[in-house]
C-alpha cells in the first residue's frame, strides 16, 4: 500500500492516494504514515480541514508511540507495525542501518541499530501485525 501511495504523490495523484487509503481504513488508522499522506494529499487540494485533522492523527500517533516506551531492550516503543516504528525513527532523526526481528519469552521485538550505533527496541507484545496492508 505504501509504495503504491508514495508513486501516486509522486505523480501528483491526489485523489486516488486518499481512496486508495481511505479504504483501507480502520485498518491503517492511527498509523502515522498513512495520517501524513492523507494530510498532504487534502492539502493539495485545498481541503484544509480534513488535512488538518490527519496530520493532527499522524502526530498523535508518533506521540503515542513516543510515550509507550524508551526504545531500549527493557522499555522498547510498542507500535503495530513496522512502518509505525519508521515514523517515529524519522521524526526523531534517526537513520537506522539495520533491523532485526526478535522472538523472547512469546513476545516480538524488533530492534533497529541506528546510523549512531545507537540501538533502538519495538515491542510488538504477543502479536506481531507487520504489514497487513
Known amino acids: 500500500m505504501y509504495p503504491r501511495a508514495t508513486d501516486l504523490l509522486r505523480d501528483e495523484r491526489y485523489d486516488e492516494v486518499i481512496d486508495l487509503i481511505e479504504d483501507l481504513m480502520p485498518g491503517v488508522f492511527f498509523c502515522p504514515e498513512a495520517h501524513s499522506m492523507l494530510g498532504y494529499a487534502y492539502a493539495q487540494l485545498n481541503d484544509h480541514e480534513r488535512s488538518d485533522i490527519h496530520r493532527t ?77
Not at 76 to 96: F, H, N, Q, S, T
Open 57 to 133: 492523527w499522524a502526530d498523535l500517533a508518533v506521540a503515542a508511540i513516543q510515550s509507550s516506551g524508551k526504545g531500549t531492550r527493557s522499555w522498547p516503543w510498542r507500535v503495530l507495525r513496522i512502518i509505525d516504528e519508521y515514523a517515529l525513527l524519522r521524526e526523531r532523526g534517526m537513520k537506522p542501518v539495520s533491523q532485526e526481528r526478535i522472538e523472547q519469552d512469546g513476545r516480538i521485538f524488533d530492534t533497529h541499530i541506528a546510523a549512531d550505533d545507537d540501538l533502538h527496541g519495538f515491542d510488538f507484545g504477543n502479536q506481531c501485525w507487520f504489514e497487513l496492508v
